[in-house]
């Protein structure tokens, strides 16, 4: 079994880990019907792909392109600005299409770390749910009074999609960032506009016998919904390896969330921690996520294996991973480490 807290060294574990990536999982016919659409946003969780405004515009226009559910008898569509008195409880608030923005109420703050804070922004209803379905994200506005234009920008909540009543978001700051500085001025009940969802990955139970999940600094947020919709569902028998690399140990986000997965599920989830300046007494990986711990951690490519690797986080690491996305709904082409190690494009998705 895998340290849950120390990265061992490869000899070690290489026998351990292709044998983990070997065992089959059982399959189900149990098939989540979910939001089809175009490829989002890379990053959508803290980081954003570009500040370039095609490539919100492309973000907005997926959320408008995508399908709408069917409103329940009980509700009617309301164009523009969705308000409370148009939803009975436990009605999905966000629904895609040409829904408007929906502003929401900030209802308290939590510092997590130097430069990251928790924020939960309140839904309309308290039995409201979010509406958004793994994997997706919500877009978020905000306009200054000295901006010609608003910012926008994707992010993914890290509260459960089933959650009543609110919206839990892991946001770091980043300086000169306009949206992330804006988020961590705000004081509880000033309110925001968001709008999605922003379809990504569609996922249902046991589509891949084993994900790898490679992570740098706030691109968790999206492998941690997904491992969320893996792990609640005891249908879904999927198997988890997450590679998740940050520069400090404050900067591991969500750390006691995996801590709790790895204790629940050590056969079926194990995460490796690398850092860039780690302390004297650090025990997991140092320097950066890199092609020769890639070898010894994830699942065989081999053509034969019903695998998929999702990877997120900053320009660099995508450079060195596997290579960067050409926009929102274009993957771009498999390059990097996991181009190297033999992984084909249609192993391999970029939040």
């Known amino acids: 079994m895998f340290a849950r807290t120390a990265f061992r060294a490869a000899r070690p574990l290489k026998s351990q880990v292709r044998h983990y990536a070997s065992d089959a999982a059982p ?11 175009v490829a989002a946003l890379a990053g959508v969780g803290g980081y954003y792909y570009v500040y370039r405004t095609p490539n919100v515009q492309k973000a907005v226009d997926s959320v408008q392109k995508a399908p709408t559910p069917r409103p329940r008898e009980e509700e009617k569509a309301v164009p523009g600005r969705a308000s ?15 829904q408007g923005w929906v502003d929401l109420k900030l209802e308290k703050v939590e510092t997590i770390n130097h430069n990251t804070k928790r924020f939960r922004f ?5 039995h409201d749910v979010s509406g958004l379905r793994v994997a997706s994200a919500l877009l978020v506005k905000f306009k200054g009074p000295d901006m010609e234009k608003p910012v926008i920008r994707p992010y993914t909540p ?27 001025s705000m004081s509880p009940d000033q309110r ?23 992570a740098g600094g706030t691109g968790i947020t999206p492998m941690y919904q997904l491992c969320r919709a893996i792990f609640n569902n005891p249908e879904d028998r999927t198997k988890v390896t997450l590679v998740f690399g940050n520069v400090t140990e404050d900067d591991v986000l969500l ?5 709790e997965l790895e204790n629940r599920y050590p056969q079926r989830f194990r995460a490796f921690y690398v850092l860039d300046r780690a302390p004297a007494q650090w025990v997991g990986g140092r320097g950066h996520i890199d092609k020769d711990l890639l070898k010894t951690v994830l699942p065989e490519p081999g053509a034969g294996n019903n695998m998929k690797i999702f990877v997120c986080g900053p320009p660099g690491m995508y450079k060195a991973i596997s290579g960067a996305k050409k926009s929102p709904t274009d993957q771009g082409e498999l390059a990097g480490a996991l181009s190297e190690l033999g992984y084909s494009a249609e192993q391999v998705y970029k939040f």
Request: hydrophobic share 30%.
């Open 122 to 126: 309140a839904l309309p209803d308290s």
């Open 84 to 98: 409370a008195e148009t939803r009975s409880p436990s009605a999905g608030v966000f629904k895609g299409g040409d």
């Open 27 to 37: 399959r189900t016919a149990t098939n989540t019907a979910l939001y089809a659409g």
């Open 255 to 259: 750390k006691q969330e995996l801590s």
């Open 158 to 184: 890290v509260s459960d999609e089933s959650a009543e009543g609110y919206l839990d978001f892991v946001i770091k700051r980043y300086p000169n960032g306009p949206m992330s500085e804006h988020l961590h």
């Open 192 to 214: 925001l506009d968001f709008k999605g969802p922003i379809p990504k990955y569609p996922w249902t139970p046991n589509k891949h016998e084993h994900v790898a999940l490679i």
